[in-house]
C-alpha cells in the first residue's frame, strides 16, 4: 500500500496568511494521481484538486496544487474565514487508494 | 446534480452483518462513466477506502477488509450496497458513498459525496 504522510498535523495561521500543506508518499505516484480534499465539522469531504494540480470545479483560485513523484503540496495563498478546515491528501494511482492522515488548519 | 444519499441501520449488534444502500439521483449508475465507492471514518479519524464497484458488477476491495465486504449494484433502482460482515467496534464509523472518475480500470478522484450515515456496533 502507498501510504501518505501528511504534514504539518496541525498549522496555525491567521486570515490573510499563505498556508502550505505538504502530502508525502511512501513511493511514487504514478501519473499524479493525488488529490485533496477539505472536511469541515459534520460534513462530508469536498474535493479541491485532482490530478495533483487541476482545480475541481467552483474552487477558487487561492488554492493551488503542486508536486509529483513522492511530494505534493496544497497552498492556499490568503486564508479566508470559511478555509480553517482538516485538509485530506489520496492517492489513486494504485491500489488500495489511499488517504493521508489530514491536517487541520486552526485560527492562530 | 448528482446527488449521493446513504441509508441503514445506525445501530449493529457486534458480529453481525453491517448492511447500507447508497442511492443515487442526477446520474445513471448504468452510464458506466464512473465507479462508485464507500469510504468510512471513524469518529475523529481519518478517512478509509473500503472499495468501488462499476455498473458491471466488477469490484474493487481494500484487502485490509476484503474477506469481509461485498459492494453491489442494482442499476434498476440506480443504488449500490455495502455488507460488511462480522462486524466489531472497530467497524463503527461514518459511512460515506462516493463516485470514483476513473476509467475503465482506472481509479480516480472522488468528485460527489454523499453526506454520510453514522453506524455504531454495540450490544
Known amino acids: 500500500d502507498i501510504v501518505l504522510t501528511q504534514s504539518p498535523g496541525t498549522l496555525s495561521l491567521s486570515p490573510g496568511e499563505r498556508a502550505t500543506l505538504a502530502c508525502r508518499a511512501s513511493?511514487?505516484?504514478?501519473?499524479?494521481?493525488l488529490a485533496w480534499y477539505q472536511q469541515k465539522p459534520g460534513q462530508a469531504p469536498r474535493l479541491l484538486i485532482y490530478?495533483?494540480?487541476s482545480r475541481a470545479t467552483g474552487i477558487p483560485d487561492r488554492f493551488t496544487g503542486s508536486g509529483s513523484g513522492t511530494d505534493f503540496f496544497l497552498t492556499i495563498s490568503r486564508l479566508e474565514p470559511e478555509d480553517f478546515s482538516v485538509y485530506y491528501c489520496?492517492?489513486?494511482?494504485?491500489?488500495?487508494?489511499?488517504f493521508g492522515q489530514g491536517t487541520k488548519v486552526e485560527i492562530k | 446534480q448528482v446527488q449521493l444519499q446513504e441509508s441503514g441501520p445506525g445501530l449493529v449488534k457486534p458480529s453481525q452483518t453491517l448492511s447500507l444502500t447508497c442511492t443515487v439521483s442526477?446520474?445513471?449508475?448504468?452510464?458506466?462513466?464512473?465507479?462508485w465507492t464507500w469510504i468510512r471514518q471513524p469518529a475523529g479519524k481519518g478517512l478509509e477506502w473500503i472499495g468501488r464497484?462499476?455498473?458491471?458488477?466488477?469490484?474493487n476491495y481494500n484487502p485490509s477488509l476484503k474477506s469481509r465486504v461485498t459492494i453491489s449494484v442494482d442499476t434498476s433502482k440506480n443504488q449500490f450496497f455495502l455488507e460488511l460482515t462480522a462486524v466489531t467496534a472497530t467497524d463503527g464509523a461514518i459511512y460515506y458513498c462516493?463516485?470514483?472518475?476513473?476509467?475503465?480500470?482506472?481509479?480516480?478522484?472522488?468528485?460527489?459525496w454523499g453526506q454520510g450515515t453514522a453506524v455504531t456496533v454495540s450490544s
Open positions: 462516493a463516485r470514483d472518475v476513473g476509467l475503465l480500470l482506472w481509479f480516480g478522484e472522488l468528485d460527489v
Open positions: 442526477g446520474d445513471s449508475i448504468s452510464s458506466g462513466d464512473y465507479h
Open positions: 464497484i462499476y455498473t458491471s458488477g466488477s469490484t
Open positions: 513511493q511514487s505516484v504514478s501519473y499524479s494521481s
Open positions: 490530478g495533483a494540480s
Open positions: 489520496q492517492q489513486y494511482s494504485s491500489s488500495p487508494v489511499t
